[in-house]
């Protein structure tokens, strides 16, 4: 008996498995410098606020009152009022704004775009980390089998 290493079935389970980790859990354990699509530059902040708050409940009442601006001086005969609502809703708003808010929506989609991207690459860690798991288990079944075979073995039964 003193020939026999002191912990078998320790030694047993190494043979039969050896954790590899996933490289991006490796990679992920270190501090990430990433910049932020969001606030890299000035324009894509402020693009990105507009964006942000014309699309909100107060923006569409501003716009709701310019657009009832318009048809009250029409049905009023209020030509300055209406080249002036006209100026605003037409140029204004569909040429400045549209662009802007489509700059800010990119940015967005961009931004979205890689955290799916880690979600993905965490879903895979996971993934292999669970596979690594059942091969561990598989290996310390193994190694159970063997020691109650073994047990069995000293006593006479027979395994069920």
Same mark, same amino acid.
């Given at each position: 008996?003193s ?14 498995? %050896? ?5 991006? =859990? &490796? ?6 410098? *990433?910049?932020? #699509? ?41 030509? %300055? ?5 006209? =100026? &605003? ?6 040429? *400045?704004?549209? #662009? ?7 940015l ?32 310390q079944? %193994? ?18």
């Open positions: 008996m020939d026999q290493p002191a912990h078998p079935a320790r030694m047993r389970v190494e043979q039969f498995f %050896t954790r590899t980790p996933h490289p991006e =859990a &490796v990679q992920r354990t270190r501090p990430r410098h *990433v910049k932020d #699509p969001l606030k890299q530059s000035f324009n894509g902040r402020l693009a990105l606020w507009i964006t942000n708050n014309v699309g909100t409940m107060w923006c569409a009442y501003i716009f709701a009152v310019i657009g009832i601006t318009g048809i009250v001086a029409s049905l009023t005969n209020n030509t %300055t009022l209406v080249l002036i609502v006209a =100026a &605003v809703s037409g140029y204004f708003l569909q040429l *400045v704004l549209l #662009p802007i808010i489509i700059v800010g929506q990119n967005q989609a961009e931004a979205a775009d890689h955290r799916s991207e880690q979600t993905y690459k965490d879903a895979e860690v996971i993934l292999h980390e669970c596979q690594q798991l059942q091969e561990h288990l598989q290996a079944d %193994t190694v159970l089998d063997d020691i109650i075979k073994h047990l069995h073995g000293m006593t006479g039964a027979q395994p069920a």
